[in-house]
Structures are given as C-alpha cells and as structure tokens.
C-alpha cells in the first residue's frame, strides 16, 4: 500500500510541473486520475488475467473497459450455441481452473460464469462504459496518458407542452478522463472490431445481412435460404444451428482450409498435437494428423473443402490461421444440408452471383468475416504495434513487451492459453519493475484538487 502511494506522489509531483496541463487561459482542461500501478486496456480474458496475477504479486491496476461488462465479447456478440473449442484444461486462466463439475468442453454460459467468478476472486472491478480515445507516452513525464470519454444520457425538461404536460429532451454529456500511469497493458486483444467485407450489390440484396457478432441463433432463420459467407470455426458453427433450427444453409469456402474432428483415438485434437509435438517434429505431426483426419472424414475436397499444402499447425504458427475443428458440420456437408458455394462475385436482389457463373437465391446472409485489432486506432505508437494489422510486430512468444511501460496480452493467435502466458510474463516484469522503482522514488509534497488519486 505504501508502494503504492509513493508511486502515486512520484506522479503528482511531475504533472504540477507539467506544462500542458493548462489550457491557454489557465483553465483546467479535463479530468485527471493518476493510476500508481498499470492501466489495462481491455475486460476480456486477456485484461482479467493481467490483472489477477499483478493482484497475487501485490500491483494495484486499474481496468478500463469501453462495454458494460467483462467478457463483452462473449456476453454481447457469440451465438447462443457456443462453446469452447478445445478441452478446459486449455484454456483456463492463471491462478483458477475451471470447476471440476464442468464438462470438457465448457459452454458460453458457464465459461461466462467462471470469468464472473474469476473477477470476483481476484477483486477486479473494471471502470465500464470508458472508451479509450488515444493513449499516448510522455517523452517529457515519462508517464503515459490515457484519454478516455464516457457518455451519459439525462432526461431534461425544457419547456410546457400542450396541455399542461412538459416536453423532456434527452441530454448526453460526455465526461472526458486521462489516466496517466508508468505502465500500459493493451488487452484489446484481435477481436476488438468486426470484419465486414465490401460486397458489389449491399445495398441491392433487399433481405438481411448480418455479422455472426449479432447472430444469436438460426430460430429467426427458420425456412429461410441463407448464405453464410466464411468458412472458419464460426461460419462452420452458425450452419450447423441453422440445420438445427430448419433453415437451409449454404456456406461460402473461398480459400483453402483443413478441417480436422474434433477429436482423434479417444483424445481432443489440440491434446493429441500438443503431446505429440513433445516426441516429434510440427512436420511429422501434421502428416499424422492429417492421415487421421482422411480416415475419419474422407477426402475432403471432393466437397469443396480443398486443404492447403502446408500443414495445420504450421499454417497456425506461420500464418495464424486456425483449423477448422468439426463439431458435426461436415456430416452436413456430406448429406446435402449444407451446400458448399464459391466466391461471391455480386450480390443481387435476393439472390447472388457466384464466380463460377452460378445464381442462386437468398433470404438472408450471414457474414461470418471475423474480427480485427482496433489499436492502431487509439494507440499513438507504432513501434512495438504494426499499423497494418493492429498486432504487434514480434510475433509469439515475443510480443508481449514494448518499450517504455508499454505491454500486449490477447494478440498470440493461440487463443486462451496464449494469453495466459503472456499475462503471466507481463505480472512479474511489471512487479520487478514495481520493486525497483518504489525503491527510489523522488516525493515531493504537492497538493492539486483536480487530481484523483487511484
């Protein structure tokens, strides 16, 4: 606590020097909290992890979190059938596995519940609802600042309405905060804005077109010709429920990709790699994957389904594309329930041309395009973060640490357990850090009512 503090005073005592915290006519400009541990960016898996192990190390943090709630991924924009793609033991987070009673492969609900929990274990009680404009190092400080808006609606009563009644206004005020702290942890992770492909002819289709992040089930669907545009785990996930809920489905495969079960000789897919890959070679175990993989499903691309030359997990650490991992999709495919279509080349209304010259009608499509990084965005650096793509430019397992405080968790492509060794690295280089530095702090004896200490 008293750590904590001095860092605190360390930070006030260069803000009251700061030349630029004035504005010209000598007014305060906004709101100033000044954070003694780290600023996380992000209430996802990634920041609550970070989090958790600086709090077992004895680091104060203060998350940030532009939703309403932790995991906002999760709660607000996956389908209602959702579960975790591989085993738990994989994709627990630091500190706290999972609860015995759940079932290996846990669904959104409960691994929403055991999120909930994990925040509540660790005392983790992010600022909701602030939305990070831009974040920014201060060469002169050699501080961070965080700026930060928040919306609030009010109804206003401005005037007398007809007969006696009032007419009421709704009023936003937008509160604007800057968070200035030695340490920044982007935890936004690649999932932070959605994908949405331009297609020729949006606008002329006439039905639906929808983004799987707000797709909730296939029940609105039932009876309807839906195109699901996208051939990952999700695309794949979303025909399936449609199946399931009566619809008729199609899914676009425009590039090449390996869909392998589930699950092989008894053992999760994903376990079977990882055990193997202690004994063998990435090479020799996608050969051997991939020969189970026909003898359970066949030759895939007899159904459009083409695999690329290089292997499954060598494509996922070169490339950073995940395989397919069926849950009953393929057999779908392989009866006819699902039809697989190529590459869109216009939409029309209610219908849509393929490349290959075909026209087929729809009701509603289905945009399963993915997600993307939104830091470059907000985050004035581009050093340790690459512009094009928001990732970091290192790739695993050296992208987790920037210059000047700055850190990354939730951008391996590895999923859970990726950020959980990120996170983990990240706690105990902040707390090495941490020890040094309020070791040999410079307090100076300031006072300013327009700072809120955190």
Known sequence: MEEAYNNSREIEGKLANDPHRFNEKGSKTKRCV??????????????LAVAACLKEKGVPSMVLERSNCIASLWQLKTYDRLRLHLPKKFCELPLMPFPPHFPTYPSKAQFIEYLEEYARKFDINPVFNETVEQAAFDQTLGLWRVTTSRNTDSNRTDYPGPAGLENKETATTTTTTEYVCRWLVVATGENAEVVVPGLEGMEEFGGPIVHTSMYKSGEKFRGKRVLVVGCGNSGMEVCLDLCHHDAVPSIVVRDKVHILPREMLGRSTFGLSMW????LSITWVDRLLLIIAWLILGDTSKLGLIR??????????????TPVLDVGTFDKIKSGDIKVCPSIKRLMHHAVEFVDGRVEIYDAIILATGYKSNVPSWLKERAMFSEEDGLPRRPFPNGWKGDDGLYAVGFT???????????TRIAEDIRQCWNVESKHLTLSDCSHSSLVRS
């Open 308 to 321: 690329p030359k290089m292997g499954p997990l060598q494509l996922k650490n070169l490339a950073g594309k």
């Open 34 to 47: 000044l954070v003694s541990g780290p600023v996380i960016v992000g209430a996802g898996p990634s920041g």
């Open 276 to 279: 193997l890959l202690k004994w």
């Open 413 to 423: 492509k590895r999923g859970l357990l990726g950020a959980s060794i990120d996170a």
